[in-house]
């Protein structure tokens, strides 16, 4: 099987790859390297293409045209049987009649080693995941979370170089769920193996990701550590899919926008002088001045009103209206204290700032 040269970190190199099915491209020109040891998770929404490239990458649907490379070894036209992953799907697909001890053992079991072999993995793994005490017990009697767990210890059974996640976690509630998150990546940092993980769920990508590879319409938007996703979207739609974001039409000129009858400062450049734009800021990223706070003198500062609040716990979520920006509604996340140190309540004035390096600029188009 011919190879090709790998990079020092890389594991996993994805080239120009395509898939078409008929007249329609669910993915384009898709080119990805995922290092050894990282943690991979394919975002978008749903019809973007990230269990589509999943699915190629483990020969489950072969890609159109393109290339993958796995460890340097050429995968790209192998069968799903002679590639080294183990996989884990939304469904669990679990053998309904086989035990959990059975079940882990499967794959083991078609490799051919010795019986005394298999129970001693069969054991690590059990105790690896906390289900030493389940081990006879069938898929029926166990939780969605340990179900979850069973399938996980049969992927990693036979010591895969790479490890592919369908949306794990989807079928399960949602505090199960967030301590899953963490008993997942706790495991796949003991294991030190390369793991990709499909998933629609924001705040899981964030959580567990080292790196986040953004999708839709079956090309790649961004790809990125968490924070730089999150705080450095490449584009509108990231920044509109990851969190919460303010979208304010506007006008660029000269390094700042203009809407209604205020000017205000960005960080973002590039944009032709007069082109028609969109502003986004984070919720939280808009800051509570008071009232008397000399927001005229001060760029970025508005006289804004509370038109609603919402508690949600950690912190609220304000309703605002300023008429220096045509009355354009603007949301924000002000925390417990602030609302307390400022007395805010719905229908007061006050005086908010949008930090000039938190106001990105993206083209209306976008």
């Known amino acids: 099987m011919p190879s090709a040269p790998v990079k020092p970190d890389s594991y996993l190199e994805i080239s120009d790859l395509w898939k078409s099915f008929g007249d329609f491209v669910a993915l384009r020109n898709i080119s990805l390297d995922v290092a050894r040891g990282e943690f991979i998770c394919f975002l978008g929404p749903s019809g973007c293409g990230k269990t589509t490239l999943l699915r190629a990458i483990a020969g489950l649907d072969p890609q159109s045209r393109g290339t993958i490379h796995q460890d340097g070894r050429d995968i790209s036209r192998l069968p799903a049987s002679r590639r080294d992953y183990g996989i884990v799907f939304q469904s669990y697909a679990l053998f309904p009649n086989l035990t959990v001890t059975r079940n882990i053992a499967f794959g083991l079991e078609n490799t051919g080693r010795p019986r005394a072999e298999i129970a ?3 054991a690590e793994l059990l105790a690896l995941v906390g289900l030493a005490d389940h081990a006879d017990k069938y898929p029926a009697q166990l939780s969605g979370g340990q179900q979850q767990r069973v399938a996980l210890a049969r992927a990693i059974a036979i010591s895969p170089g790479l490890l592919l996640l369908d949306e794990p976690l989807s079928a399960l509630d949602a505090k199960v769920r967030v301590h899953l998150r963490h008993e997942m990546k706790e495991l796949q940092r003991k294991l030190g193996v390369t793991t990709i993980m499909v998933t629609h769920d924001q705040e899981e990508a964030l959580a567990m990701a080292d790196r986040i590879v953004v ?3 079956g090309v790649i938007e961004q790809i990125g550590t968490p924070t730089e996703i999150y705080r450095d979207p490449a584009s509108l739609f990231v920044a509109d899919f990851i969190g919460e974001t303010n979208r304010i039409r506007c006008r660029y000129s000269d390094g700042a ?3 209604g009858g205020s000017v205000l400062h960005t960080r973002t450049a590039g944009h032709r002088d007069g ?3 969109m502003m986004a ?7 509570p001045h008071s009232t008397g706070h000399d927001a005229v003198k001060r760029p970025n500062h508005l006289a804004a009103q509370v038109t609603g609040m919402e508690f949600l716990g950690s912190f609220w979520r304000m309703h605002l209206r300023s008429a220096e920006l045509g ?3 603007l949301l924000a996340n002000f925390s417990m204290n602030a ?5 805010l309540h719905q229908g007061d004035d006050l005086t908010v700032e949008l930090p000039p390096d938190r106001v990105l600029i993206f083209a209306q188009a976008g």
């Not at 800021?281 to 800051?287: N, S």
């Open 120 to 122: 001693t993995r069969v």
């Open 215 to 217: 999708m839709n319409h």
């Open 257 to 259: 926008v203009t809407i």
């Open 275 to 277: 082109a028609d734009v």
């Open 281 to 287: 800021i984070r919720p939280e990223d808009v800051l």
């Open 327 to 329: 009355d354009t509604p």
């Open 339 to 343: 609302v307390r140190r400022f007395d």
